[in-house]
Nanobody
Framework: VQLQASGGGLVEVGGSLRLSCAAS????????MGWYRRAPGKQRELVATTTIAGSTNYADSVKGRFTLSLDKHKNTVYLQMNSLKPVDTAVYYC???????????WGQGTLVTVSS
């Protein structure tokens, strides 16, 4: 199984980026897909996740600015990030979990840098 993440980069304050993460390989019974991030000197934290059924969860710090969407047919999850702030600077990691936590896969991480 591979999680291919893309879309990170450098953006100015107030700008936008779109991250994508595609799960490929022998992956079945996906339950949750989403994004986490680790800012410099901090622990990894949840950004946004969605179940395959469509129940979405956002960190309070990104509500109203970030939007998570899922293409079930492509096993791909997208994170649209708007109104970016310097505090959003982090390495963003894609994650996929199977039903009953049968598996828990992480992508390689993509760096998002928001300059002020």
């Amino acid at each position: 199984v591979q999680l291919q993440a893309s879309g990170g980069g450098l953006v100015e304050v107030g700008g936008s980026l779109r991250l994508s993460c595609a799960a490929s390989g022998s992956i079945f019974n996906i339950n949750v897909m989403g994004w986490y991030r680790r800012a410099p000197g901090k622990q990894r934290e949840l950004v946004a996740t969605t179940t395959i059924a469509g129940s979405t969860n956002y960190a309070d710090s990104v509500k109203g600015r970030f939007t998570l969407s899922l293409d079930k047919h492509k096993n791909t999850v997208y994170l649209q990030m708007n109104s970016l702030k310097p505090v959003d600077t982090a390495v963003y990691y894609c994650n996929v979990k199977g039903i009953s936590y049968a598996y828990d896969y992480w992508g390689q991480g993509t760096l998002v840098t928001v300059s002020s």
